[in-house]
């Protein structure tokens, strides 16, 4: 059974950090890329970013980049996304998703995790 678990979520001010975690288990995922996506209640889903398993290659959506950064580390099958300088705008909750590509595009990832709430106070 395949299983992608986030942490690292919470409450942080405006200008403050948070990093989130996501750990995959039950297959092997260095074919897979990774993604991060989030969504408020009545909003449709949107990328954050994403990442090849190698970590050569990246993806941002514009509203995060040089704000956010992802990353992997194979040996503990974990992404993580460093999420600086946080704006109210950047409240939701917070998906980790695995694809068999590098991309923006939600329907093409296979599996997903069930969220870490993130909510970033004015």
């Known amino acids: 059974q395949v299983q992608l678990v986030e942490s690292g979520g919470g409450l942080v001010q405006a200008g403050g950090s948070l990093r989130l975690s996501c750990a995959a288990s039950?297959?092997?995922?260095?074919?897979?890329?990774m993604g991060w996506f989030r969504q408020n209640p009545g909003k449709e889903r949107e990328f954050v970013a994403a990442i090849s398993w190698s970590g050569v290659n990246t993806h941002y959506a514009d509203s995060v980049k040089d704000r956010f950064t992802i990353s992997g580390d194979n040996a503990k099958n974990t992404v993580y996304l460093q999420m600086n300088s946080l704006k109210p705008e950047d409240t939701a909750v917070y998906y980790c998703?695995?694809?068999?590509?590098?991309?923006?595009?939600?329907?093409?990832?296979?599996?997903w995790g069930q969220g870490t709430q993130v909510t970033v106070s004015s």
């Open positions: 998703a695995a694809s068999r590509h590098v991309t923006a595009d939600g329907p093409t990832y296979d599996y």
């Open positions: 039950g297959r092997t995922f260095t074919s897979y890329a």
